[in-house]
């Protein structure tokens, strides 16, 4: 029992995902990083395969970028050139993890000069957002330690909570700061933003323009995460999704190759709690990488698998729900739930973007295109990106 694909047919329609810049570069695991032909040696060209994956999808309107790694001289060009393609410039990430500096950390490190390079950091990542029109500053801190009594944690806290009330006062107009939590590495005893608690104690604190980063890697195994997403979507501070897929830790693998179920339930929570609704605020971004198969076509992959987990979602029968919960009857709400995550919606999919002037298998018609023989000819010398 689910409703009619006709039905949802309109608010499929309003999916805009967030690629970021960083999936088409080479990146990895900590053992290798493999290059792939074809991979972008600027920013433009990360740009260029970002459209391409919007072109054959309709789904991804949006580039997400890490400062330094898109470091460009003229960001007003960049945003043009990005319109130009077809896509907009998103969420502006800033980095401070990648800098001999920040061995103890950055917006928590126990000196202040450490911290003021950091929060300097991302005030100049506020002026990017200036030039590019971005709305998001998303800021993901390796800070923590290794070792009990290494620091005082309690001491840590404080210093972020100062470092970050620096930064959120710069921000302007619609501006945003989105706080990323990660319950482990680069730091292994403890990190300084651990949790969705410790984010929402800090943004809560900061004001009405601070939200919450949820990547779905960054919890331990079994962590309910469409729970985390529904507490923090009734608090009003659900600010953006790192969607990926894991294994076993942060594996940024390709969203809901993993576990399509665990998307679908997530999915199914941003429906209820509002989060898909028109001017909601929250940001449908991946963060991904891309070590072993070719770039655009997993980015490909990538927004389909949301497309496809939405598309169920959005098939709930909701009413049928209620009245079961209301009934107290707990089989058949669980079977309406399950009718919902067990719907193949690939063939209506296809004809849905055949009406929108799509290629009805995006992954084909990308395969057939010849893009990736191009990019593989055309991208020869000069650096590939990737995480330096
Ligand atoms: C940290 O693991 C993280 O999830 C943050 O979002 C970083 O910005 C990103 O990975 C880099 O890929
Ligand atoms: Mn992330």
Known sequence: ??????????????????????AYGNSGTRFK?????????????KISDAATVHRYTGLAPVVALHIPWDRVDDFGELRRYAQEQGVGLGTINSNTFQDEDYKLGSLAHPDPGVRRKAIDHNLECIEVMNQTGSRDLKIWLADGTNYPGQDDMRARQDRLAESLAEIYARLAGDQRLVLEYKFFEPAFYHTDVPDWGTALAHVTALGDRAVVCLDTGHHAPGTNVEFIVAQLLRLGRLGSFDFNSRFYADDDLIVGAADPFQLFRILVEVLRGGGYDPGSGVALMLDQCHNIEAKVPGQIRSVLNVQEMLARALLLDTQALDQARREGDVLTANEIFMDAFYTDVRPDLAGWREQRGLPADPMRAYRESGYQQRI???RVGGTQAGWN
Do not use: K
């Not at 694909?5 to 970021?20: H, K, N, Q, T, Y």
């Open 1 to 22: 029992m689910t409703r009619p694909f006709a039905e949802i047919s309109e608010d499929l329609a309003r999916l805009e995902i967030e690629v970021p810049s960083w």
């Open 33 to 45: 990083v493999f290059s792939t032909p074809g991979t972008p040696r600027t920013v433009h060209e």
């Open 376 to 378: 593989e000819n055309d």
